[in-house]
């Protein structure tokens, strides 16, 4: 039984094809459009997953949608209507978009299924799950659990924003929801428009700039914002958010709280933005850390599944890892709404077909997430030189030598290979590469590479053997969802006068034997690799240790900021001589910046919108 999964017409679109239960495929749109967060049908990923199946969509059996349209439409109504006359004005620019599109997404999924085969079955074929349920399946389906409790937090899907569900073999029931308009998504959303990030997509980088301040305003957020019970339960005062009726996230009110506007897009950071996310991811983590230890009480399941949005927060997943309620936790590596498309086609088959589930109780289901497209060494040769790439062409293990060399002497290594990731992760198939013992490195890929904000770390990849002699961590963290300290023996002690910085000005302290992907609290957000779902970044690994002792690499994702992942080697092509990576690596074809033609070189930095 093959069936296809969608999520679209809100951001991050994706399609994911299983079959029999078996996950066969599952990519985002952006991927192929280019266009970051893509919320369109997913025309390109749908056609992939088809092709990868070898198949049309009249050989499915059904097609699974990852929301329920009218369900939301109820809600934006009903919060109007609670709110009026306030917001009228919003409402009045909304409501005409979801008469034309969003109330009606049935008859577009029809009409846009029916351009990929005219006689396509809709009435029959094309089913809906809710949002949380999509959210819930996608996380327990694929892990390696028996028995599992889910959670899921996000910003909203039609009214829950966090739910729990007790999955047990092929059952996965929905227990307990939090309804919008308190979310657990939203406020930290609140936070990252007003620190003057992209909500929806600088989220990561309020994460990533809490280790620069002091939760200084924690108490001001629990005795204002949020009314967090002891269970995890919760309730926002809306008195200080806009998302329900106007078109921002937090009003005068909340400005009035925190002693100022929001900050300006682009702008200076200043030691009040630290603070403020070093706040609000404290009152995250301590919201996450009540949820599971009130869970953990109430249900026998030694087993965690997380999903949704926020759990794409890896310092929250650590916490709670460390924290031990749990014994077990496993993390949808598309945690957000692409990995909804997979969790609607997973709850179509166990759920609404009522087909059985096999787990091996070791290895989760999602095969390293490599679940996007490839090429073959002839394709890739040709497509290279279409484009007047210049390249030599190498066996396996001469390519894995020259690159763990070029690595070895701080180069900046574009890393394409097998199957593209699915989520917002790169995991050693479309990855750039480098020596986590060099000081400069994280400045240099900041800057020079990915031309984004100097204060963004990088995360290490580690063999899976070895994580342990480097990190705080002996479990797997294959998805790059895990935050764990560097060991204290690697650890390189600050002085007193370094100590006195505050902010950015620790920034290029060296804190570890691997400077470039420890963060400023000596942390570092994990990727292990493994043999058995990515054997050749395993061996580069095992390459770099032999010349060097560490058996450690930087990998931050294969783009520049503002741009997706890249997919193709066209793609990878424009990337590399865009950017100041020195080397390129796809399949066995390697390329060197120096011996390219200058006149393909062009100015890339510039050519997506900033996310």
């Known amino acids: 039984m093959r069936i296809l999964g969608i999520s679209a017409f809100y951001h991050d679109s994706a399609a994911a094809l299983i079959d029999d239960g078996h996950i066969i495929s599952a990519a985002q749109e952006e991927r192929f459009s280019r266009k970051k967060q893509d919320s369109d049908f997913p025309g390109h990923a749908l056609a992939y997953c088809l092709a990868e199946a070898k198949c049309q969509l009249d050989d499915v059996d059904f097609v699974a949608f990852y929301d329920k349209p009218f369900l939301k439409f109820e809600r934006l109504l009903e919060t109007y209507l609670a709110f009026a006359p306030k917001g009228f004005s919003s409402f009045a620019m909304a409501v005409p978009v979801w008469l034309k599109e969003k109330l009606f997404q049935k008859h577009l999924l029809r009409d846009e299924l029916k351009q990929h085969q005219p006689d396509f079955d809709w009435e029959n074929k094309l089913l809906f799950a809710e949002h949380h349920q999509s959210h ?5 389906f694929p892990s390696p659990f028996d028995d599992a409790v889910v959670l899921t937090m996000d910003g909203v899907g039609e009214w829950a ?52 301040g002091e939760p200084r305003f924690k108490n001001i957020i629990l005795n204002n914002l949020i009314d967090l019970k002891e269970d995890g339960s919760f309730r926002l005062n809306m008195e200080y958010f806009d998302y329900c009726t106007g078109l921002r996230m937090t009003n005068e009110k909340f400005d009035a709280l925190f002693g100022g506007p929001p900050r300006a897009p682009e702008t200076i950071l200043t030691q009040r933005e630290m603070d403020l996310a070093a706040s609000i991811q404290s009152v995250i983590e301590e919201a996450l850390l009540r949820l599971t230890r009130s869970l953990a009480g109430e249900y026998k399941s030694e087993n965690l599944c997380l999903a949704g949005g926020v759990a794409l927060n890896c310092v929250a997943n650590g916490r709670a890892l460390r924290d031990g309620a749990f014994e ?58 279409a484009v007047g790439a210049h390249f030599e062409i190498f066996d396996e293990e001469t390519v894995i030598a020259k690159t763990a060399d070029a690595l070895a002497a701080e180069k900046a290594i574009g890393w394409f290979q097998g ?19 060099s000081p400069n490195m994280q400045k240099t890929l900041n800057l020079k590479v990915k031309y984004r904000e100097s204060f963004r770390p990088f995360a290490p990849s580690v063999l899976r053997e070895d994580v342990s002699d480097w990190f705080e961590l002996n479990t797997d963290s294959p998805y790059m969802l895990l935050v764990a300290d560097i060991k204290k023996e690697r650890q390189l002690q600050m002085s007193e006068s370094e100590k006195e910085l505050f902010g950015i000005e620790q920034l290029n302290i060296p804190r570890s034997d691997i400077p470039a992907v420890t963060h400023v609290d000596y942390s570092a957000r994990i990727q292990t690799v493994h043999k058995e ?12 240790k032999e010349r060097t002792g560490c058996s450690v690499l930087v990998n931050t994702s294969f783009n520049v900021r503002g741009e997706p992942i890249v997919c193709s080697p066209e793609d990878a092509f424009r990337c590399f001589m865009g950017s100041g990576i020195d080397s390129l ?17 062009h100015d890339y930095k510039d050519a997506f919108e900033l996310d």
């Open 136 to 140: 819930a399946a996608s996380a327990f």
């Open 328 to 385: 077990n936790i496993w993390i949808q590596p598309a945690a957000g709404d692409a990995g909804g498309a997979l969790g609607a086609a997973l709850a179509a088959y166990h759920l609404y077909k009522k087909q059985p589930r096999h787990t091996n109780r070791v290895q989760d289901a999602m095969v390293g997430s490599y679940l996007g497209p490839q090429y073959s060494e002839s394709n890739i040769a040709d497509r290279l030189t």
């Open 585 to 601: 690596v796809i399949g066995n074809c390697y390329l060197e910046k120096e011996r390219q033609n200058p006149a393909l070189k």
């Open 533 to 544: 779902t990515n054997p050749r970044y395993h061996a580069l690994l095992l390459a770099f």
């Open 419 to 437: 199957r593209m990731e699915f989520g917002p992760r790169a995991l050693g198939g479309r990855s750039i590469l480098g020596d986590p013992r």
């Open 161 to 212: 924003t966090t739910s729990v569900g007790v999955g047990q073999d092929s059952t996965l029931e929905m227990v307990r929801e939090i309804h919008f308009p308190h979310s657990l998504g939203l406020l930290y959303s609140a936070f990252t428009y007003y620190t003057g990030f992209r909500v929806n997509s600088g989220e990561y980088k309020v994460m990533g700039l809490a280790p620069y």
